[in-house]
């Protein structure tokens, strides 16, 4: 199972950027998928998330300005990020709990994307 993570860039305060996330691999199906994101010197942290049955969960600094959306059969998160601000400057990465077969057995695992970098002019 593979995270790939793409859409980071440099954009200017106030602008917009949309990451996407796509999971492929030997997965049964998407329990929910996250963002967080690392910016320098300071620990990695929960930005927004997504549940199979679409319930979101976003961090209260990014609430009202990103939005999460997903396609079906559900692959690929996107999350469009506006308004953009300087403290929103960060290494970007996906997460996603998945349904995957090992031989008979069924089970959760946890996966990681590699990061996206968002970099945000003043």
């Known amino acids: 199972v593979q995270l790939q993570a793409s859409g980071g860039g440099l954009v200017q305060a106030g602008g917009t950027l949309t990451l996407s996330c796509t999971a492929s691999g030997n997965f049964i199906s998407i329990r929910s998928m996250a963002w967080y994101r690392e910016a320098p010197g300071k620990q990695r942290e929960f930005v927004a998330s997504l549940s199979s049955d679409s319930l979101t969960n976003y961090a209260d600094s990014v609430k009202d300005r990103f939005f999460l959306s997903r396609d079906t059969p559900w692959n690929t998160v996107w999350m469009r990020m506006d308004n953009l601000e300087p403290e929103d400057a960060a290494v970007y990465y996906c997460?996603?709990?998945?349904?995957?077969?090992?031989?008979?057995?069924?089970?959760?695992?946890?996966?990681w994307g590699q990061g996206t970098q968002v970099t945000v002019s003043s």
């Open positions: 997460n996603a709990d998945m349904w995957v077969r090992r031989g008979s057995s069924l089970g959760p695992e946890n996966y």
